[in-house]
């Protein structure tokens, strides 16, 4: 399973229908939460995801609607009595941000925050697990922010039964065939791996691009993604208004993910001005570039495949 659940879908100012930015992506057993709104655990418990599976949080930039609702989780997690450490990775100034929070309310967490400092204007791996590698998306906005890119690790070949016994290859080169290694008998006889394995399953990606200016720097970073994200806080007649404030209209994320060659283009962050009615013009100017597009609803949960 690799799916994103939209918590908040709104930009600086929270609206009675939309709630600042904040997302949850979970793969197979795991949670990692993007961003981090007002409201955000609100949200998670309409979702009825248990604070305690977030063991990572990302936290594009330092605008508070996408971190004042950071230290409301932590002292939740506290309270619940947590005690797994938790990593946030986020621009350095975070650890004292939640230090003076902490400090202010004599909290003494009863579990380690491992904070990962953001802070290459390059792309970087910062966070690799067993089946998940994470890395920034380095945008442009008016301070230091980033989106990131989920990339599944490569998915080994499985076996096929029948052709390992008929060839009888032993229990401790299973592995290797898995990880598309040929087979060589006693005699020497090289079996292929491709006679021995189905074809592996490709591997899947999910980029989050957060308050940006139109850049297409980030194009050789998120080519081919699966599905992208990219903030769209403004229709085309707002331009010379996304250029002064640092974010991107509707065509210019469309026009994004077609030069990525995106599988699909999810859209959100949109200014408080645009109301429910607006959202077909968002898809039309989107559409002017790019067709695969679909606005994101709060706690709709988006499959990445």
């Known amino acids: 399973k690799f799916e994103v659940t939209i918590l908040g879908s709104g930009s600086a100012l929270p609206t009675i229908y939309k709630r600042p ?3 949850l992506v979970h793969y197979s057993n795991k949670y990692y939460l993007i961003d981090c709104g007002e409201g955000t655990q609100v949200q998670l418990r309409k979702a009825k995801i248990s604070f305690l599976k977030i063991n990572h949080i990302f936290i594009s930039h330092l605008h508070g609607d996408h971190y004042f609702g950071l230290i409301g989780l ?24 939640i230090n003076v929070q902490l400090h202010a309310s004599y909290t003494k967490l009863r579990f380690k925050i491992n904070y990962t ?9 910062i966070m690799e697990d067993k089946n998940m590698q994470v890395s920034t998306i380095p945008l442009k906005h008016k301070i230091l922010t980033n989106g990131f890119l989920f990339k599944e690790k490569p998915i080994p070949r499985k076996a096929k039964a029948e052709k390992l016994k008929f060839h009888e290859v032993p229990h401790y080169e299973i592995q290797n065939i898995k990880a598309g290694a040929d087979f060589v008998k006693p005699n020497g006889e090289v079996i292929a791996n491709n006679i021995l394995t189905f074809p592996p399953e490709d591997s899947r990606s999910y980029a989050f691009c957060s308050d940006t200016a139109f850049r297409e720097k980030i194009i050789p970073i998120i080519e081919n993604v699966n599905v992208l994200y990219h903030e ?10 996304a250029k002064k404030t640092f974010h991107s209209t509707a065509q210019q994320a469309g ?16 200014s408080a001005r645009y109301e429910e009615k607006h959202h077909l013009e968002f898809i039309n100017e989107v559409n002017l570039e790019f067709e695969n597009v679909e606005i994101t609803k709060e706690l709709s949960t988006y499959i990445i495949e």
């Open 117 to 125: 400092v953001l802070e290459s204007k390059e792309s970087e791996l």
């Open 232 to 241: 769209t806080t403004f229709l085309n007649k707002e331009q010379p208004l």
């Open 255 to 270: 026009s994004i993910a077609k030069k990525a060659k995106a599988g699909k283009l999810l859209i959100g962050h949109f």
């Open 21 to 23: 930015t904040s997302q």
């Open 74 to 97: 932590i002292s939740s997690m506290h309270l619940l009595g947590r005690v797994a450490d938790l990593n946030i990775h986020a621009p350095k100034e975070m650890e004292e941000i």
